[in-house]
């Protein structure tokens, strides 16, 4: 049986909860969780508001842990190896996608936490591909983050080509945007950090950002007028996105990586004027969150966290639905 903490009803309190996972898969792995960062997409699918919970439920999809079992067919990993598993748990291995790397992308990538249970329990199951070996130099500690905020972040650069040279700023500087201010910094980028809060200048340049823009501010915006090459936006709100449009350099690009659920009120010929384009992506597929990891053991990028137990789970789940945390919550063991 793996014991976990469930939620039985949309917003509600998390409760312990035990389920037989079954027979394990010839090409799945069983992982002890030691680990578990809460993403505030664990908070939108515990309150249901994509619409998409299964109740109970069992979120958390920022796990760290070491493999205790592995399936007949499996052959990368082993009894013992610490590994990091993300949003998705599993993939069809077999679609144009997959075949390409980009498993990411895969039409039918079996989500960590949609329908199934996740890592806010002492055990989760998942496909072996999916999980990824945690690098020497990265802290299991503290890395939770980065298998989902980290390399949703971390990704846009590589899609996209990002090159050491380019202006890049950064809407909201909270769990995902603190996590963008130090991939940026490291990769060679001139960082602006956007920020709504000028208490938190020092903090953000202390991160790596080279600017600091209060986005309240509509002169600073204006003053900024055709200066980055790309804007990440990380924030889940509703913005005056022309006004961020106006701030990119010809042939710059607005990156949407916050969930926002409104319709976006943008004017095409900002757009159009000077070639500006508009995007989004998800998280990255198992080869690019590998890279990520290599990457920030490098350079010795870790996501600020606040650290709770696992007993302490609603405190916590709180923390990330109403709070404000410094910079991302996990659990430990």
């Known amino acids: 049986m793996i014991n976990a903490y469930a939620a039985f009803e949309a917003k509600g309190p998390l409760k312990p909860y035990q389920y037989d996972p079954g027979e394990l898969g010839a090409f799945d792995i069983e992982i002890d969780v030691d680990h578990c960062g809460i993403c505030h997409s664990d908070v939108s699918m515990l309150d249901n508001d994509w619409g998409r919970a299964q109740y109970p439920m069992v979120a958390g999809h920022e796990i760290i842990g070491r493999v205790s079992k592995v399936g007949s067919h499996v052959s990368h990993l082993a009894i013992g190896d610490v590994v990091g598993l993300g949003w998705h748990s599993g ?81 909201g500087v909270g769990g995902l945007g603190h996590m963008a201010v130090m991939f940026l910094k490291a990769w060679g980028c001139e960082v602006t950090a956007f920020s709504s809060d000028p208490s938190k200048t020092d903090e953000l340049k202390s991160m790596g950002a080279h600017h600091v823009l209060n986005s309240k501010d509509a002169n600073a915006l204006k003053k900024a007028a055709g200066s980055f ?44 004027g000077q070639q500006r384009t508009i995007s989004s992506s998800p998280v990255g597929s198992p080869r690019v969150i590998a890279d990520m990891l290599k990457f920030a053991a490098l350079h010795n990028i870790q996501p600020v966290v606040e650290t709770y137990s696992f007993e302490q789970i609603n405190e916590a789940v709180e923390k990330v639905r109403n709070g404000s945390p410094r910079f991302r919550v996990v659990l430990s063991r």
Not at 141 to 151: E, H, S, V
Not at 235 to 243: E, M, R
Request: a positive charge.
């Open 91 to 171: 993939y069809c291995e077999s679609c144009r996608m997959c075949m390409g790397g980009d498993h990411n992308l895969c039409s039918t990538a079996k989500g960590t936490i949609v329908g199934r249970h996740g890592g806010f329990a002492d055990k989760v199951r998942a496909q072996a591909i999916s999980a990824v070996k945690i690098p020497a130099g990265v802290n299991p500690a503290t890395a939770g983050p980065l298998l989902c905020g980290g390399i949703t972040v971390y990704n846009p650069l590589v899609q996209f080509n990002i090159s050491p040279q380019s202006k890049v700023a950064v809407i």
């Open 229 to 272: 090459d790309l804007i990440l936006s990380t924030v889940n709100v509703k913005l005056d996105w022309n006004a961020y449009i106006a701030t990119l350099a010809p042939k710059g690009r607005l990156h949407f990586l916050g969930a926002v659920l409104e319709p976006l009120d943008i004017g095409v010929f900002g757009l159009m």
